[in-house]
T-cell receptor
């Protein structure tokens, strides 16, 4: 079954404690992406990757890091979380080219609370 | 800069009627893709329909169709014969090509309420 798996689903942490949210896909997709969803703002792209070792900033990259050492995995790292990073996070994967039907498969979401 | 605008924060529709959700976009890229996603109250993101910038025909997927007007830069979603299960948040999104760095942007969403 084609899927994107992100973990954990829920996380409460304290300010400044480093955390990693994992994301893995089994569809051999080149393009992977992280989004955060906040009320009234829709989804905003944090970082994306078009292939192994190729990552780029989205619209809201501050305070986040990513890596793409393997095609299937794209972890999101918060080195020093702050309360304004409390949000719902989604990982997604798809083909890269927008000239094809690049349906994005989304993970189930990670609800992060930073206190 | 690329932008997606959904001007309807909320919409009501009677069950079995059709509804149109508006989406306008702005890009200087010639190659781009437009998407609609549904997010029910359970939170998952469900892909509905895709339209490529070079596609001449409007995309259709079952009860969903995309009214693509390239010159106006609009990509409205039409849901025919609304069902109670269509009550959800709907997001329009755009993926740009090489000129735009392959970024993806989403609109703020439209919450659809289907009345029995």
């Amino acid at each position: 079954e084609a899927q994107v798996t992100q973990n954990p689903r829920y996380l409460i942490t304290v300010t400044g404690k480093k955390l990693t949210v994992t994301c893995s896909q089994n569809m051999n997709h080149e393009y992977m992406s992280w989004y955060r969803q906040d009320p009234g703002l829709g989804l905003r792209q944090i970082y994306y990757s078009m292939n192994v070792e190729v990552t780029d900033k989205g619209d809201v990259p501050e305070g986040y890091k990513v890596s793409r050492k393997e095609k299937r995995n794209f972890p999101l790292i918060l080195e020093s979380p702050s309360p304004n990073q409390t949000s719902l996070y989604f990982c997604a994967s798809s083909l890269t080219s927008p000239s094809m039907n690049t349906e994005a498969f989304f993970g189930q979401g990670t609800r992060l609370t930073v206190v | 800069a690329q932008k997606i605008t959904q001007t309807q924060p909320g919409m009501f529709v009677q069950e079995k009627e059709a509804v149109t959700l508006d989406c306008t976009y702005d890009t200087s890229d010639q190659s781009y893709g437009l998407f609609w996603y549904k997010q029910p109250s359970s939170g998952e993101m469900i892909f509905l329909i895709y339209q490529g910038s070079y596609d001449e025909q409007n995309a259709t997927e079952g009860r969903y169709s995309l009214n693509f007007q390239k010159a106006r830069k609009s990509a409205n979603l039409v849901i025919s014969a609304s069902q109670l299960g269509d009550s959800a948040m709907y997001f329009c999104a755009m993926r740009e090509g090489q000129t735009g760095g392959f970024k993806t942007i989403f609109g703020a969403g439209t919450r659809l309420f289907v009345k029995a």
